[in-house]
């Protein structure tokens, strides 16, 4: 932006002070479907925090009366088979499907960096044995490993967060050994180790953090991945019992009625689905931002 005051010659730029803040805002400016996704994962986070702001039901309140009731003006989403308001539900439905998403994410990137470190920064027979046992694991789909886990453990919303999340560990074990390898090569990390830094520090400062960098963008796009198998899981009766509200658990009770009650079915998989795609958004949007600083 340049400005003249007075002699035409003289000219004041305010681009440098702007710059970076007015870019910011253009790139969100021209992303619409960015800024929608940011919205509606901001909107997810208020109902997880304070359902009672959006909707001032109970999600376990019962009316034999009202069920089956289509959508109208008095309840937006309509009612299920036993007079349960559906928009109430969905609400409160939102804090174990994203407790779900991040505790199991939590897991399985904090395992996932332990075996990867140790797969990088180990002698070779630990870096066999370790991803030996990461190929193993990764022989089997998410969704079957989290099934055989969940036999073991028994159902219920925590085990299906430590199975579903024990399940995504083989593939962040993966990208923290492949960028461990990097790192551990770099010129600072031998400089470090040159100037007599002991190993533990040169792997806190150093390694760990360059490390795990790109993993943790990644992890936000898992996130939901790991929301769909905890849906999956509760679809299949793994999940929290009824009569909890869980998109999951909505659906398998919804499908039953699919063919006279089809809004039981329509508004969890929407919402299932624009939450997976409003955070696979936002993380694929910070990943390519990442990408291109280290272009």
Known sequence: MNTTVGNPELKLDFEPLLGPRRGAWRRWQWRPGLLLAALFVLLLLV?????????????????????????????????????????????????????????????????????????????????????????????????????????????????????????????????????????????????????????RAVIARHVLPNAIKPVLILATIGIGGNIIAGAALSFLGFGAPPPVAEWGGMLAIGRNYLANAWWLVTWPALAITLTVVSISAIGRALLRRSEGKSR
């Open 47 to 199: 109902a997880a925090v304070q359902p009672g702001w959006l909707v001032g039901g109970d999600p376990l309140a019962a009316n034999a009366r009202l069920a089956f009731r289509a959508p109208d003006s008095l309840h937006w989403l309509g009612t299920d088979e036993n007079g349960r308001d559906i928009l109430t539900r969905l609400v409160y439905a939102v804090r174990p499907s994203l407790l779900l998403g991040l505790a199991a994410t939590a897991i399985g990137l904090l395992i996932g960096t332990l075996f990867g470190l140790l797969a990088g920064l180990g002698p070779r027979w630990l870096d066999g044995a370790v991803m030996r046992l990461v190929d193993v694991l990764l022989a089997f789909p998410d969704l079957l490993l989290a099934l055989v886990i969940i036999t073991f453990f028994g159902q219920g919303l925590l085990n299906t967060v430590i199975a579903v999340g024990i399940a995504s560990v083989p593939r962040y074990a993966r990208l923290v050994r492949a960028q461990t390898l990097v790192v551990r090569n770099a010129g600072y990390v031998e400089a470090a180790t040159t100037l007599g830094l002991r190993r």
